[in-house]
């Protein structure tokens, strides 16, 4: 890509973003720098042990989890992402039971945080898949829920970012 | 008071092992085996998972944490959210370790006080030998009965 290109689409990205976070709530400061230093593989500066900092990533979790319920889950999905790229299992545990009832309830404001950015999809979509057949939770239900949703987000993700989704979907994690 | 933690992994499945007082626990675990922990020795918490609401007495869910920056598969990597909690199956797991929840809140009643790193998990893989080694070359006795390699045509 030449660098013309490169500055067009980061120009669109940005336009995308600033379209987007229009209607969303910013991060708490202290929230975000804690997420970057997460991502960066550092202990979270703000908590002064570990144990801090496993609690503190806990309440983060529920923050951002509580934004998601009230109609903002973009940081809530992101952490998601870095829980899952982390191999964080205490968390992944928390996502795989908790994104899909969120879905349930506002699959939209879920599918618009992917729309925007389609690269969260596929986190998102592993603990949506992962919500069934673990922790006893039965594995019977994944197919109705695919059927059902499937038309819902084939219309709102590019279709590639789709159909990766409803892949991840259909396989058992 | 230090408490001590053991578990051994053998064929898929392990064995956790706790003593403390009149507490004396031996009980199958599972992992997932796509996260598996490394083999080695680890300072643990006695804590409760903020995130899960389902613990034995009615509060959250009763967990040890195994620290920061313990690696895992053996390929270099490392990671924070690691606990022994209660879980049937691996499908509890994506890498913790998880036993029988009247167990794992047997064992976490014991420990006092919470929230200090005053356990040792032991972690160990316990290899499984089949067979022995060959007595002598078979091979080359049948090169001395037949002197030499047969032909095969």
Known sequence: ?173 | MAYTINVVRKNGNGTLTFKSGSVNISETCWWDQEVVIDAGSYTGYATRMANKTDGTDGGNREAIWLGLNVPYNGNGNTANGFFIHKGTNASWSDGCIVMPGAKVYQMWSEITPKESGNITVNISDETVERGRPQDSDCTRQMHTLWGGMPAFD
């Open chain 1, 1 to 173: 890509m030449d660098r013309q290109s490169l500055w067009a689409v980061m120009g669109l990205c940005l336009a995308v973003s600033t379209a987007e976070a229009q209607d969303a709530r910013p991060p708490d400061p202290a929230d975000a720098v804690e997420m970057i230093e997460l991502m960066l593989g550092r202990v979270p500066s703000r908590h002064d042990t570990p144990l801090a900092a496993m609690h503190g990533l806990a309440d983060l979790y529920g923050r951002s989890h509580e934004q998601a319920q009230s109609g903002s889950a973009g940081l809530w999905l992101l952490l998601g992402d870095i829980a899952l790229r982390s191999v964080d299992a205490g968390l992944t545990q928390s996502y795989a039971a908790d994104v899909l009832p969120l879905y349930r309830e506002q699959p939209d404001t879920i599918l618009s945080v992917l729309s925007d950015a389609p690269w969260l999809a596929t986190s998102t979509c592993h603990h949506l898949s992962a919500y069934f057949g673990s922790e006893d939770r039965p594995e019977d239900d994944r197919a109705p829920f695919v059927e059902a949703e499937a038309s819902r987000i084939t219309k709102a993700l590019p279709e590639p970012v789709a159909a990766a989704c409803l892949d991840t979907l259909s396989t058992p994690q």
